[in-house]
């Protein structure tokens, strides 16, 4: 149950019914900080093509997504585009629990997911550096 008060507080009421990510985006839509515009498949090969020549900038390893983990996520966000993360074996953390954290965390969208690599797009509002098709 969604309930918003004047003073622009928006109140969401976790019931069994409705995953915690789901209730995440719909707070997100309500306060304008989640992107709806998907990445179309077009789009998502040319940024896959792009990060065939990147390396791994951010390793997810055994202590799994903590948050200084997130915290150089963002940080990478600040100067690329497109940031390539990759999970080390032992990472006691599932890749679907963390993907939806990340995107979550960083406002970022999943682009690929390859082994135990994955490739997030977040568009830089002040300087994109990248023409999607």
Same mark, same amino acid.
């Given at each position: 149950?969604?309930?918003?008060?004047? %003073?622009?507080?928006? %109140?969401? #009421? %976790? !019931?069994?019914?409705? @995953?915690?990510?789901?209730? +995440?985006?719909? /707070?997100?839509?309500?306060?304008?900080? /989640?992107?709806? =515009?998907? +990445?179309?498949?077009?789009?998502?090969? /040319?940024?896959?093509?792009?990060?065939?020549? &990147? !390396?791994?900038?951010?390793? &997810?390893?055994?202590?799994?997504?903590?948050?200084?983990? +997130?915290?150089?996520? *963002?940080?990478? %966000?600040?100067?690329? =585009?497109?940031? !390539?993360?990759? &999970?080390?074996?032992?990472? @006691?953390? $599932?890749? =679907?629990?963390?993907?939806? !954290? &990340? =995107?979550?965390?960083? $406002?970022?969208?999943?682009?690929?997911?390859?082994?135990?690599?994955?490739?997030? /797009?977040?568009? #830089?509002?002040?300087?994109? *550096? +990248?023409?999607?098709?």
């Amino acid at each position: 149950m969604l309930t918003a008060f004047s %003073f622009g507080i928006l %109140f969401v #009421d %976790f !019931k069994p019914g409705i @995953p915690y990510n789901r209730a +995440l985006i719909i /707070y997100r839509i309500f306060t304008g900080r /989640y992107n709806l =515009e998907a +990445l179309n498949g077009k789009q998502r090969r /040319y940024l896959s093509s792009l990060a065939n020549s &990147i !390396k791994a900038t951010v390793m &997810i390893g055994k202590n799994g997504l903590t948050d200084n983990t +997130l915290l150089s996520i *963002r940080n990478a %966000f600040n100067t690329q =585009e497109l940031v !390539k993360i990759k &999970i080390q074996d032992g990472c @006691p953390d $599932e890749t =679907e629990t963390m993907v939806s !954290k &990340i =995107e979550a965390g960083t $406002e970022a969208q999943l682009v690929q997911i390859l082994g135990h690599t994955l490739l997030f /797009y977040r568009r #830089d509002r002040d300087h994109p *550096r +990248l023409q999607l098709p």
